[in-house]
């Protein structure tokens, strides 16, 4: 199992890491390892629900940004409902701080102690068949869990968004690293095809609003005409390559990592068609636990030629 020890991949440690600009930075990523490594898992969540609860009325921003994105993909739900989600989608986001120290810097046999996993025979029967495997994800605020928590199972590749803080990108790629291979950069499409190719894991969430290069306006939730990148049919289109959507879900007692069944016939080769079954596999695993989506970006911020602006 590749851990951060023993991956040649991972940053080296400099001197500039250490000089004074970065002050604040290791004393707040200090902060966060004392605090996951000393509290038990249920204080950790309490206090991560109360900084939740706080949040709302320093963030009112993005207050505003997910009040309408919920607005805008739930309209079923009333002005109450809508509410009750909104503080419990702010709540999650306070415990995601103290769930991105878990992933970060918890040992294997603390997170194995609070992760169920279900669906692992798809990763088995995919091996078996040495197929590289797409994991269709998305940003759910236990995001950093899911792919550690994977890679506990089997360690695979992970895509992201490098940080231009040099502490803040030091620490997540040695923390997203901890049970996985290595990183590659969301634009590196080739470095992704080639970890698909050598039968890798690939964890990739295509979910956020990316611009209209490279996308295509299909249903998300209740919202027709959502901006959706072609990207996943792209990856997914890799010779021996099965797309298994992959998700962590926080529950009462810990998380349970679910792997689904592969995406039947996906893809198919047109963009609008396999656009709109990645969205509904995305969107229905949302509805699994709605408040624990991250709706604090302006997931419809792109709109077609005619269509307003719709924050």
Not at 88 to 104: L, Q
Not at 116 to 125: C, K, P, S
Not at 268 to 292: C, H, K, T
Request: glycine share 6%; hydrophobic share 45%.
């Amino acid at each position: 199992m590749a851990t951060a020890m023993h991956n040649s991949r991972l940053p080296p440690f400099t001197a500039a890491l250490l000089h004074p600009r970065y002050l604040f930075n290791w004393l707040g990523l200090g902060l966060l390892w004392l605090l996951v490594t000393l509290l038990p898992w249920r204080a950790q969540m309490a206090l991560g629900r109360g900084l939740g609860r706080l949040s709302m009325k320093a963030l009112k921003s993005r207050v505003k940004v997910a009040r309408r994105n919920l607005e805008l993909a739930l309209p079923e739900l009333d002005e109450s409902a809508r509410e009750r989600t909104l503080k419990a989608n702010f709540e999650s986001v306070g415990c995601a701080i103290f769930e991105t120290g878990m992933a970060w810097f918890w040992p294997h046999w603390r997170m194995k102690a609070i992760t169920r996993m279900e669906g692992t025979e798809h990763v088995d029967a995919a091996v078996a068949r040495g197929q590289g495997m797409l994991l269709l994800s998305a940003h759910f605020l236990t995001l950093e869990l899911n792919a550690r928590q994977f890679g506990l199972y089997r360690p695979g590749v992970g895509v992201y968004r490098p940080n231009t803080n040099p502490v803040l990108e030091y620490a997540q790629v040695q923390g997203r690293c901890r049970s996985n291979k290595y990183l590659v950069d969301r634009l590196n499409i080739k470095g992704m095809l080639k970890a698909l190719r050598q039968g890798d894991a690939l964890w990739y969430a295509p979910d956020h609003d990316y611009g209209s290069h490279a996308s295509v306006f299909v249903p998300f939730f209740a919202v027709e005409e959502a901006a959706t990148i072609t990207g996943t049919a792209t990856l997914a289109r890799v010779k021996k390559t099965v797309t298994l959507p992959c998700f962590t879900l926080r529950e009462k007692d810990g998380y349970r990592l679910l792997i689904q069944a592969p995406i039947a016939d996906f893809p198919v080769g047109d963009d609008m068609a396999d656009a709109i079954a990645s969205n509904q596999v995305i969107e229905a695993a949302i509805r699994l636990a709605p408040e624990q989506y991250m709706w604090l970006h302006r997931r419809f911020k792109t709109t077609p030629k005619g269509v307003p602006y719709r924050y």
